[in-house]
């Protein structure tokens, strides 16, 4: 299908990771020209320029970004890892590289992969909407630096009017996230099963638990960067992302 946006020129930071791929495949399918930037080589194709570098180094992001229309940035270290320090350097400090570099290169649209954890603070969310205020404390340092990731996007975001000289930037905040090649959640819940570790029940057994199809999260990505534009209202803000409904056990 057509949009608006085809022919724009993206850069998918993350994009040899599992929703970064499936970004830059539906990119393509519509029209966009998209490359990737990864700190790991992890595929190889012929319309598809790849960048193997660490996001946290701005000489490396820069060959990357010239030319770009719209930076879509889903890197992040392993959300399980309990390494606090790579996830400060990576989400927060790296985060703040890559804005940084944007604008000496003079891309002026970004769109970063939040998460909808950065409003979990233990208790039940039913229907939660973007007026939750960010979970204080955060449940773990995977969310917290998401949070602070977050912060530092939509802080950067500058509309003066006219595209030249503005900086746009959107959040997008999936759940768990499920679907073809997914080297997360599935693998880590088939593991514990195999191991016996999921044989017990939180709360009364009818809690929901929202997980979104990959491609429809990739959707929620490319309307919100299409939508974009100086004058805009997405712009320096943050939008759950999920399927229709929530899915009922
Ligand atoms: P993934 O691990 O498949 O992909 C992340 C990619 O980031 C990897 O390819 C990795 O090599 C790259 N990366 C890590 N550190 C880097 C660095 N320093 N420089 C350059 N690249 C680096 O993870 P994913 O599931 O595709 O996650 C994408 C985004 O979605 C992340 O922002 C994550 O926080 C968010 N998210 C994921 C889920 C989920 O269920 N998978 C849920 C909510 C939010």
Redesign the pocket.
């Known amino acids: 299908s057509s949009s608006s946006a085809s022919g724009l020129k993206a850069l998918v930071?993350?994009?040899?990771?599992?929703?970064?791929r499936h970004l830059v495949d539906e990119l393509l399918a519509r029209g966009w020209q998209a490359s990737v930037?990864?700190?790991?080589k992890?595929f190889d194709d012929a319309r598809i320029p790849f960048f193997t570098?660490?996001?946290?180094k701005e000489e490396d992001l820069l060959p990357a970004l010239r030319g770009i229309d719209v930076v879509f940035?889903?890197?992040?270290?392993?959300?399980l890892s309990k390494n606090r320090a790579l996830f400060i350097d990576?989400n927060v400090n790296?985060t703040k590289t890559i804005v940084a570099a944007c604008k000496a290169a003079g891309v002026h649209r970004m769109v970063?992969?939040?998460?909808?954890?950065v409003i979990y603070a233990g208790a039940d969310l039913e229907l939660a909407n973007e007026d939750v205020p960010y979970a204080n404390p955060p449940i773990d340092a995977?969310t917290e630096t998401?949070a602070e990731q977050e912060q530092i996007v939509l802080d950067a975001n500058n509309d003066t009017g006219k595209e030249a000289t503005s900086f746009l930037t959107v959040a997008i905040?999936?759940?768990?996230?499920?679907g073809p090649r997914?080297?997360?959640?599935v693998p880590t819940l088939a593991t514990m099963a195999r191991a016996g570790k999921s044989k017990y029940i939180i709360g009364n057994g009818k809690n929901v638990v929202d997980f979104t199809y990959v491609k429809n999260v990739v959707h929620g990505h490319i309307l919100a960067a299409e939508k974009l534009t100086c004058g805009s209202k997405v712009a320096g803000k943050a939008y759950h992302i999920t399927n229709d409904e929530p899915i009922r056990f």
């Open positions: 930071i993350g994009g040899g990771g599992f929703l970064g930037f990864d700190v790991r992890t570098g660490d996001l946290r940035h889903c890197a992040t270290p392993a959300p990576v790296g970063v992969t939040s998460s909808a954890s995977y998401k905040r999936p759940h768990g996230i499920f997914d080297p997360h959640l």
